[in-house]
Each structure stands twice: as C-alpha cells, then as structure tokens.
C-alpha cells in the first residue's frame, strides 16, 4: 500500500469538489419513473444514495395508475387482520431487502403460513409432512419431531433432498455476485450479460425439469415435492424455465421472512425516504422522444418533460404508446387468483373425519383434478375459525368454495398478474429501450420475479443512468470519479 501524502490531499479533494460541482450542474437531472412497487421504488433510493453523482438537484417523479404504492406487494383486509396478497416471502439472504427493512427501522417476522405440509392430488394425500407439536412442547420432544420428520422426508424423496439443497445453495451463490462491491461488478445494458456474469443464463435455456434431471433428482421428487413449490411459488409447473424455478425452489428455505405490516412498506418506506414527486391515480399513456427530453402524457391528460425516463412496471399489460415505437419479445404474463377465507375446511372434501387432520399447508400436484394450487392457514381464531390463503390459476366459484369449505364467513378474491409466464428459451428486451435515455426495469422478470431481483434490476439500472450520463456529458473535465481509498493512496 503506497504511503499516505499529506501535501496531495488537498488537490485532490478540490479536484473532487470541483467535479462533484460540474456534474450536478451539467448533467440531466429530471428523472421520471413509472411505477410504485419495488423496482421503482429501489431506483429512486439507488440513484440517490449509491451514486457518486451529488443528488441535491435531483428530480424524480413517480407516476402510480393506483391508489396506493406498492405495485405488486399488497395487503388485504380479512376479517380486520391484514395479510400479504402479493410478494409474500423474502429470503434471508436477498441483501437489499434486509438493507432496505433495517434503514427504515421495519420488523422482520416469519411468513404466513405453516410446517405442517400434505400434497394432495385430488383424490387423496400421497404424502404429509408429520404433525408439528403443540408450542408448548419441551425443546428435546421438539428436536425429537425435527429428526423424525427429516427421516420421513428422506424415506420419501432418498438422497435426492440433499442433491436438491446443494442445488439452490449453488444457486443462491452465485446470485451473490450481485451484491460485491459496485467497482467490481459491470454496469450491465441486458440480461443476458448480467446473468453471464454470474453463470446463471443457463438455466433460463433449459426447463426446471431438464435442469433438475441432469442434476440427478429422483423423479418423485420432482414431480411431487418441486412440482408443489412451483405451483405456490409461481402458480406453474417444472415445465417453467430453470432459472426462476430454481428461485422458486430457493424461496422454500427455511430462512425466510416478511415485512410486519405487509412487504408493501418496503416501497412506501423507500419513497418517503428518497421524497420524489409522488403523482397517485395517474397512469402514463404515451412516451414520446422529443430529441433532448422525453415528453410524457398522462391518463389526465397532463405533460411532463423528463431527461430519464424508467419504465418499472411491466409492459406486458399496460398501454404505453412509445414514439418512436420500441420493439420488446412477447411475453404473457401469468395470472395468480388470490382468495382470502375466513372460515372452515371441510374435511369430507379431502375424504378426512376430522378437521384435525388436514395440514396446516395443502399443496398440489399437477393433475386435473384439482382445481387450485394450495391452501394454507393465515391464522387460527378458535378451533373451527381460520383464515386461509388459496392459490389457483382460475377464478374459484362459489360452488367449488361451498365443497371446499364448511363454514365460509368472509371470502375475498384477487386476480394478480404477478409474474411472467416462464417457458424456455426465455427472451430478454434491453434494460435501455432506446439510443438515449430511455429504460425498463422489469426485463428482468423474465429470469425470475420476486421482491430481490427487482431491487437488483433497480440498482443495475441506477447505475447504467449514471454511467450513461457521464459518458454523454459535454464537459470535458468530467471524469469518473476517484474512490475515497483512491483519493487516500493515490502517489503522483
């Protein structure tokens, strides 16, 4: 490490100053972003506060066809008790969540949901997890279940369980790069260069089931135990594409968590935090490319100009007129029907006694004779009132609900395009859609969708605005800005 010169410190830090100076008066400055969920939320935090570009005079809006922020994190009311109704679990290792909860002072709680687990496939339980003991059961009679339960597990699924674990930690390292410090990672313009990168654009090639039968799972496994991780997860089979199966599968780990309050108050929190211009019930209808500035229409009929535009929401069922027009791969997005139930299963349903002996958590195979992905206990109020959470890809009538349940006080049904569509070789658009300044986040949901990868999409594009910046600024003595260790053992 070359020695510390006193006498160079000075210069520098005024060559620092002076740039810092150019660049916040030189450079665009009017950002505006469309969508208030995660993505867009995560990108006005990054562009103000992981950039080396001083943000005083920055100007962000955020424009939201809702009512409320969030875009596909949401709560509902059942009941008076409010429960996830989109993005539900984060992982313990999806760092910018965790960053993002500790800066804005957020308890973290475990999921709803339960361990007791039954995979159902329409006509009977092929398979339950065993019955958790009461809570307060002696810590050696609950270790005792653990070591049963795994056994039960191993004898179903053998030692595939354990190819399959080694499978998602390869998975989860890999998905680590993303988080090394910002000078060793590449500023990313597609998909395709950020999950090479890092190994995994492979896997959005190839079919989860490819994947996992080169990886040598036992087919039972797959078809059973991965397939209803999938189904809950994604609300689609090991036939999806690889990568975002395989996250699916990292989203089972037992180390998870979610938001006190609902995972919503990650975006809400970020932007009070970041205090952009907040535009609530105003959709964006058209972007046109006026040459030095994006022109914006809104559904009330409003202009705004804007140097950087951000697109944060998916395209794929929204009505954005682009001029000139930008071409992007089809892609469909698949629906998830949401229907929250306060109330009481009905045993018979399942060919059971006893209410008792349904899991706490129903998962499916794929079959045609279910009509719905999973049901799972949110709460229990007594010993015959619950609240329950039901995945399907249909709508649920009320017929089949009336058979499903014995007792049905509340019911609340909400249809989610809350993911892609996943199906190899999956195809990416650009993260910049034009020549100069205009981006979209949510290309990225073609690899995989959840919370993380928006906040990861979100800083990749942060970063590709800024360095674009600086690369198309006409002032010659802006210059890539020097580190503060760069600054301090820098020997002309």
């Given at each position: ?9 000075l ?24 969508g ?53 679990i ?7 969540a965790?960053?993002?909860a ?9 999921p ?28 050696i ?72 039968i ?24 090991v ?73 944060a929401?998916?395209?794929?069922e ?75 890809r ?11 349940f ?41 690899a995989?969708?959840?919370i ?16 674009r ?24």
């Open positions: 490490m070359a020695p510390f010169h006193s006498h160079l410190f210069p520098l830090l005024l060559l620092l100053l002076f740039s810092l100076s150019s660049l916040s008066t030189s450079l665009p400055t009017s950002v505006c972003v469309i208030s969920g995660i993505g867009g939320s995560s990108l006005s935090f990054f562009l103000q506060n992981q950039t080396a570009i001083p943000t005083s005079h920055l100007s962000i809006r955020v424009f939201e066809r809702r009512g409320r922020i969030g875009g596909r994190t949401a709560s509902v009311n059942l009941s008076g008790d409010l429960f996830n109704a989109g993005a539900s984060i992982h313990g290792k999806n760092l910018h965790v960053r993002f500790e800066l804005l002072g957020l308890d973290r709680v475990e709803d949901g339960a361990d007791w687990l039954g995979i159902w496939d329409g006509s009977g339980f092929v398979f339950k997890t065993l019955k958790p003991p009461p809570d307060d059961s002696s810590a009679w609950k270790w005792l279940y653990g070591v049963a339960d795994a056994l039960l597990l191993v004898k179903r699924y053998g030692l595939s369980l354990s190819t399959m674990q080694r499978f998602v930690k390869d998975l989860l390292d890999k998905f680590m790069l993303f988080y090394m410090e910002p000078e060793k990672r590449p500023v990313f313009k597609t998909v395709e260069e950020m999950l090479k990168w890092n190994g995994l654009y492979g896997l959005t090639q190839i079919t989860l089931e490819e994947v996992l080169g990886a040598d799972l036992s087919s039972r496994l797959i078809s059973e135990l991965v397939t209803v991780i999938t189904r809950i997860n994604y609300g689609q089979s036939a999806m594409s690889g990568l975002a199966g395989a996250v699916a599968l990292a989203g089972s780990n037992a180390d998870l968590w979610t938001v006190k309050g609902g995972n919503w108050l990650l975006a809400k929190g970020l932007l009070e935090l970041t205090k952009p211009t907040l535009h609530l019930h105003e959709g964006i209808e058209s972007i046109s490319d006026k040459g030095d500035h994006y022109l914006l229409t809104s559904d009330k009929g409003k202009e705004y100009e804007c140097d950087v535009t951000v697109v929401t998916p395209l794929d929204v009505n954005i007129t682009f001029v000139p027009p930008v071409s992007i791969p089809y892609r469909r997005m698949q629906h998830t029907y949401t229907t929250f139930i306060r109330g009481l299963l009905n045993p018979k349903y399942f060919g059971l006694s006893s209410i008792e002996d349904i899991p706490d958590l129903v998962g499916t195979i794929e079959t045609p004779n279910v009509s719905f992905s999973s049901v799972s206990i949110l709460k229990q109020y007594g010993e015959r009132d619950f609240a329950y959470k039901i995945f399907s249909s709508e649920l009538d009320d017929t089949l609900l009336d058979q499903l014995s007792v049905r006080r509340d019911t609340i049904r909400i249809d989610w395009p809350a993911y892609p569509h996943y199906k190899a070789p999956e195809k990416f658009a650009p993260f910049l859609l034009d020549e100069r300044h205009l981006y979209y986040i949510n290309t990225f949901e073609s995989a969708s959840c993380e990868t928006s906040a990861v999409a979100a800083e990749n594009v942060a970063r590709l605005i800024i360095s910046l600086l690369q198309s600024s006409t002032e010659q003595n802006i210059k890539p800005l020097p580190t503060s260790q760069e600054i301090l053992h820098s020997d002309l």
